[in-house]
């Protein structure tokens, strides 16, 4: 079990079952759901202001698949939205009384994913992060904390913002031009969500951006390497397939930032 960081979202992939499986939860008796796509919303608010937000969510599935070549899940997610926090964090308490307390939370056992969001001022970005955590961990039999992080954080922000309006992207490429650039290896040693600080989900996303936008070659070998966890073949570690493929690969990472 992962534990909570500094970060108030929260990403728990269940390997023990001490946790409620999905099926104990009342979904039936919620006041508005909606579905779009394979995603399952059951609301204690009326959703129709949130249409667009909603129908939004299957298009990070359509973007994530494409730009990493997996074959998406077609198991359906449950998302939990709440209009206020004291409802969400009584309704956790309730059937997840072991969770990690968190401001949003992606929660997978052996059963479908769930979500669990309130609608708090960023409600669109914590809908979108827990969502990623959701589409990925149900295509992708394991997934590196820091790659589930990184691209979370690439695909919370508005589609039209990903490529270059990332809260993140000022400070990596100031710290590129001074040749500064975080090591793959340090953020593939994470397993705990308490070792992710700021500047590990920083460092994940300027990675997973360099991954996404920088030399083919990098965006190639990611590729391979989740077709690899997604066809159960031990992947090693992506760090020494990058640098096996992209010798120099910091240099390639500090120029993508300065030029970007
Ligand atoms: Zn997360």
């Not at 990403?11 to 399952?40: E, I, R, T």
């Not at 990493?68 to 449950?78: A, C, R, T």
């Not at 949003?104 to 669990?116: C, E, H, N, S, T």
């Not at 961990?137 to 039209?160: C, I, T």
Request: a positive charge; charged letters at 20%; aromatic letters at 10%.
């Amino acid at each position: 079990m992962q534990m909570p960081s500094c970060r108030a979202r929260g990403l728990l992939v269940l390997l023990a079952l001490n946790l409620a499986p999905s099926a104990n939860l009342p979904a039936a008796s919620w006041p508005d759901q909606y579905q779009s796509g394979q995603f399952l919303y059951h609301a204690d608010f009326p959703l129709a202001a949130d249409r667009a937000l909603l129908d939004s969510i299957p298009h990070v599935q359509a973007q994530l698949v494409h730009l990493l070549g997996i074959q998406p899940s077609q198991e359906p997610i449950y998302v939990f939205l709440f209009a206020r926090r004291s409802t969400y964090e009584a309704y956790l308490q309730q059937y997840f009384p072991t969770a990690p307390p968190r401001k949003a939370l992606f929660i997978k056992g052996r059963g479908p994913g769930m979500v669990f969001v309130y609608r708090g001022e960023n409600f669109a970005v914590d809908l979108r992060h827990e969502c990623t955590h959701a589409i990925l961990n149900a295509a992708l039999p394991v997934v590196p904390l820091w790659l589930d992080e990184g691209l979370a954080e690439y695909f919370e922000v508005p589609a039209q913002r990903r490529r270059h309006g990332s809260p993140h992207l000022r400070s990596v490429r100031l710290a590129a031009w001074v040749g500064k650039v975080p090591r793959l290896e340090d953020l593939e040693r994470l397993s705990e969500m308490s070792e992710m600080g700021r500047s590990e989900y920083r460092n994940a996303w300027a990675w997973v951006h360099f991954l996404l936008h920088g030399p083919p070659a990098a965006r190639a070998e990611l590729r391979n390497y989740l077709a690899d966890i997604q066809a159960l073949t031990p992947p090693g570690q992506l760090s020494q397939r990058l640098r096996a493929r992209l010798p120099d690969v910091e240099r390639h990472f500090a120029e993508h930032f300065r030029n970007w």
